[in-house]
């Protein structure tokens, strides 16, 4: 009767088509593909993320509108919830944010604080937009502003983004780069609440309010996904061939 033996050693052909070289070449293939398929998953699960918000997002903006000054509202958990704010405009403390665009246009952002009804508090309304005259870059565009006791329907939104700037926009400036809400409501003596009312609505007072819609960026996620996960499909194609060519080189090699 005859045995068969069994060995853990490689075949001929395993060792001679696979050297200390080429597995190491394996292993940094196997690492490619791991590190490129985790950051494709990541960014998939990025974008999920996203969309959960958007939808989120949607559902605030159906809702009853919030009341500022009679609620508690949060700035993260309430972003882009509708609200209503009642109060008086303060004029002579607008600000004109410059280098905002609308409709691709540039212009100004106009931020109006106002003093919430039967309250000590302010809440910086964010008014509208208006163009720029290049021809005398001091100079504002007309508009108008309600006088008296006014009701503003708007979003819960975050403060205007920082734009860079060389130079800091002094407390005073009423045309600026930027504006710090801190700073603002501490140069002016005022209680400002730590977020921005964007108003809505077509109200023919010279303003412009073609909001972008919140740009959650899940398009972006998704794309970025797709390269690294193409990224990795291509290392195990890649790792596939040359162990395939290996193989092959190795068989047809003359035996010693």
Do not use: C
């Amino acid at each position: 009767m005859s045995k068969q033996i069994t060995s853990d050693h490689p075949t001929p052909t395993t060792s001679r088509a696979f050297g200390p070289k080429e597995i190491l070449i394996i292993g940094l293939a196997f690492l490619v593909i791991g590190v490129t398929a985790g950051l494709g998953r990541w960014q998939l699960g990025r974008a999920h993320e996203k969309k959960a918000l958007h939808q989120q997002m949607a559902r605030r903006e159906r809702a009853a509108p919030l009341q500022v000054g009679k609620e508690a509202i949060s700035l993260q958990a309430d972003i882009w919830r509708r609200a209503q704010a009642k109060g008086v405009f303060v004029q002579r403390m607008t600000v004109y944010l410059q280098n905002r665009q609308q409709n691709e246009e540039t212009g100004f952002w106009v931020l109006t604080p106002l003093r919430i009804a039967e309250s000590d508090n302010y809440v910086m309304v964010l008014r509208g937009w208006i163009p720029r005259n290049f021809q005398a870059m001091d100079l504002i565009a007309p508009y108008t502003t309600p006088q008296g006791l006014t009701v503003v329907d708007g979003l819960i939104a975050p403060p205007p983004s920082k734009w860079f700037s060389f130079f800091s926009d002094t407390p005073q400036a009423v045309i600026r780069q930027n504006i710090n809400m801190d700073r603002y409501a501490q140069f002016h003596h005022i209680t400002l609440l730590p977020y921005v009312l964007r108003q809505s609505g077509e109200l023919h007072d010279g303003l412009g309010r073609s909001w972008p819609a919140a740009n959650t960026g899940i398009s972006t996620n998704y794309g970025y996904a797709l390269q690294w996960f193409a990224m990795s499909a291509t290392a195990g194609l890649l790792l596939l061939y040359f162990v395939f060519r290996r193989l092959r080189h190795a068989e047809s090699a003359p035996k010693r």
